[in-house]
Each structure stands twice: as C-alpha cells, then as structure tokens.
C-alpha cells in the first residue's frame, strides 16, 4: 500500500484589505472536480448559488449556466464590494478515500489564521460553512463551540472576534439549489395526528 501524499491547499486565500468578514471551508475538492480555480470551485457545490439568491434574488447570478462553470470575475468583485474574505481552515491534508468527503480529510496542517488576520486588520467576524471547517478552527483557537445558526465571542491574536457556524450539505449543497440527493423530513403534525413525510427536503 502507498502511503498518502499530503496535498497542500492550491489556492491562496483571497483577502481584499477591507474585509470584515471572513468566510472558511474546510479543503478544496480533487482538482478534476473544479469548475473553476476559486473557493467552493464544485459545480453541484451550492455556495455561490445561496450568494446569487440572498444578494441578486437569482440563484445563477454567478453561474455560467451554458458553460457550466461559475463567474469567478464577477464573485471576486462581488466579495470585494461587500467586503468579504475567503479562505479555507486546513492548509494541508490528506485524503483518505482520495475524494473530496471532509468525513475522511485528515488535517495535517492548519490554516496560519494569524497570520490571515495580520493581513485584513478590519475583520472582527468570522463564518465557517461545515463542521469540519468550524472544528478545524476551533482546534487553532480554542474557541467554544458555537450551535449551528448561533454564533460565540472570543478573544485570538489579541482580536476580539465573533464565530458564526452554518451548516450545508456535504460539499456546500443546499435543499432546493443545485443538485443535492433526494432526502426526506419528518413533516410538523398536531398531538395525536400520524406522523407523515415530506419527500425531497433536507433533515
């Protein structure tokens, strides 16, 4: 059996020098899996989609539909005008199925995340997008956990900073946009009534 490469995260984060806010994913899909050379790059990965339909009330405002690809122009300007930093918590890993499943990504290394904030002095938020992103950075900080959808103040590199966690699909998919598998969801009943399902929604 060969023993695993460690992999070493291929894009450097991308820091506008205003930015407030800083968005983390946990590690970059296989390469052949990218539709771009940007963050969240996976076509059926939903990130940027969520992004079009909050910001544009469009869910393909960034999607190069006939291409299938994303704008990665117009998100780079888009995060800039709204101030918006982008990088990902684990700078390298190993991947021990060799996919793109955080459920089997072994950190090797963190991300510097010092040495990010020295870079955007104006940043006092931050949003991880998985629970592997938001354990992975809970590791560098020792930050309490935040509930999903919460968010929890804390003090890092002499910063006082605030963690929001989401939660997504595995790969950023998201109920409704792009492509996630067929789930179902116990449906909201009155006491006594039977319990029914809702086909093709998230649990």
């Not at 990665?72 to 982008?86: G, H, S, T, W």
Request: charged content about 25%.
């Amino acid at each position: 059996m060969n023993p695993l490469q460690p992999e070493i995260h291929p894009l450097a984060p991308f820091l506008p020098p205003n930015a407030r806010l800083l968005l983390l994913g946990s590690f970059p899909p296989p390469r052949k899996r990218w539709s771009m050379d940007f963050f969240y790059p996976n076509y059926t990965n939903d990130m940027w989609r969520i992004f079009g339909l909050i910001f544009f009330d469009d869910k393909d405002h960034f999607v190069d539909i006939e291409k299938k690809k994303f704008r990665k122009d117009n998100i780079e300007q888009f995060l800039r005008e709204k101030a918006i930093a982008v990088s990902d918590t684990v700078a390298v890993a190993n991947r021990l199925n060799g996919n793109a499943s955080d459920l089997t990504l072994e950190v090797v290394e963190p991300l510097n995340l010092a040495g990010i904030l020295d870079q955007i002095p104006r940043c006092h938020t931050l949003v991880t997008t998985g629970q592997k992103a938001t354990d992975t950075l809970l590791s560098i900080t020792g930050s309490p956990a935040p509930a999903i959808g919460g968010f929890v103040d804390f003090l890092y590199h002499n910063r006082r900073l605030r963690l929001h966690a989401v939660a997504f699909h595995e790969q950023g998919q998201h109920p409704g946009l792009g492509e996630p598998p067929p789930r179902q969801r116990v449906a909201a009943r009155e006491p006594g009534q039977k319990r029914q399902k809702t086909p093709d929604v998230e649990q």
